[in-house]
Structures are given as structure tokens and as C-alpha cells.
């Protein structure tokens, strides 16, 4: 079993909260799609090799909660030309793409890029409510504490020399660790203009 698929299968094991939905866990045709497209997004980010990484907080669950890869939806990866014809799979039975705000965000700035750096989340399962799986809550410390382990070991299959933190949450556990950063303000309510700006800024500093 090669790096990627290995920390794809360390993911697969991961026992989470009964507030939290491991996307990855499972044989159910959902589960294995997901962990297909993480597969080929990260195989295909390491041929790109990425020095920059781009840190969100948690997947959504009208994003990357259904496609495995974070920061896309369903509409980005039939639509944009990163993902598009390339493998990456949606659901079969459904009549229109799930979309995405903060998703169509980044990757309409991203397509700006001549290099594109490689997305993340410091906590890379769901957390939701006991009583709505369909809704997205902010994880608490000890899930902070969980994706930091999956953080540093994603760190050690790339050679990244920059983080961009989308948020706080993310930022609080950069620097818990001590790595290098720069903050931007995440796209999602209302921050798309600012989060622009920030991209923009960060990926022009050395």
C-alpha cells in the first residue's frame, strides 16, 4: 500500500462522535466513492507538487461531505476543468449536481493560479447535530486535537513550505504546532471578497 492510500485507510478507521459522520468509514457505495476521489485528488496533487497548502476547518455536508475531496462540490467536479473528465465521480442518481457556496468560491479563484495548492481541512469529518446530519457545526477542541494528527501526517507526503489557514479554527492549531502561516478570512458568510484579497496577497508572498 502506497503513502496515500495508506493515510486514506487511517482515515477509513478513524472512530468519530455520534455528532460526527466519518465520510470515509464503511463499504456503502457513498463511503467508497468518496475515498475513490480523495485517492485521485491527492495522487494527482502529489504529481503536481504543491508547495503551498490552503487549511480549511471541517467538510460541509452539501460539499465535501458527499465528494470526499475538500472545498468541491459535486457541480465543481463536473464542472471545472481541474476535475472534470479526469475520473472524479458523483453520485449516479440524481438529477442535478449538489452546489456549494464556499466550493465555487475557491475554485473560481484557484483557476486563477498557476499553481494550485493543495486543499485541506484540520478536521476532515463531518460534525453535525444529533438531530440534523444535514447541517454543519463548528468541531470542538478534542476533534481539533484529532485532525491535527492527520494534518501532520498529510505534511509529511507533501513538501509544503507555506499554510494559508481559512479561519480561526484552523489557525489556532497551526500555531499550537508552530508552522509557519498566513491568515485569510474564509469565503463562506460573506466573506468572499475578503477571502479574494487574502488568496491573492498570500500566494504572491514568498
Not at 20 to 42: D, F, P, V, W
Not at 85 to 104: C, H, M, Q, V, Y
Not at 147 to 165: A, D, P, R, V, W
Request: proline content about 5%; some cysteine.
Amino acid at each position: 500500500m502506497n503513502p496515500i492510500d495508506q493515510f486514506i485507510n487511517a482515515l477509513r478507521k478513524q472512530k468519530v462522535a455520534a455528532q460526527t459522520t466519518n465520510l470515509y468509514r464503511g463499504e456503502s457505495k457513498s463511503a467508497q466513492l468518496r475515498r475513490s476521489n480523495l485517492a485521485m485528488y491527492l495522487h494527482k496533487m502529489e504529481r503536481l507538487k504543491p508547495t503551498v497548502l490552503l487549511l480549511g476547518e471541517a467538510p460541509g455536508y452539501k460539499g465535501c461531505g458527499i465528494t470526499g475531496v475538500p472545498f468541491t462540490s459535486e457541480r465543481v467536479l463536473a464542472e471545472h476543468s481541474f476535475f472534470r473528465d479526469r475520473g472524479f465521480k458523483i453520485r449516479s442518481n440524481i438529477l442535478k449536481p449538489e452546489s456549494e457556496i464556499s466550493a465555487t468560491i475557491v475554485w473560481d479563484e484557484l483557476e486563477r493560479l498557476d499553481n494550485i495548492p493543495l486543499i485541506w481541512n484540520i478536521f476532515p469529518f463531518h460534525p453535525h447535530t444529533t438531530e440534523n446530519k444535514r447541517a454543519n457545526r463548528t468541531p470542538n477542541k478534542a476533534e481539533l486535537q484529532t485532525g491535527k494528527k492527520y494534518l501532520l501526517h498529510l505534511l509529511e507526503l507533501f513538501s509544503i513550505e507555506k499554510i494559508i489557514t481559512l479561519g480561526r479554527k484552523p489557525e489556532s492549531m497551526v500555531k499550537e504546532l508552530g508552522l509557519k502561516h498566513n491568515y485569510v478570512r474564509h469565503p463562506a458568510n460573506g466573506g468572499k471578497n475578503k477571502f479574494v484579497s487574502g488568496l491573492c496577497e498570500s500566494m504572491s508572498k514568498n
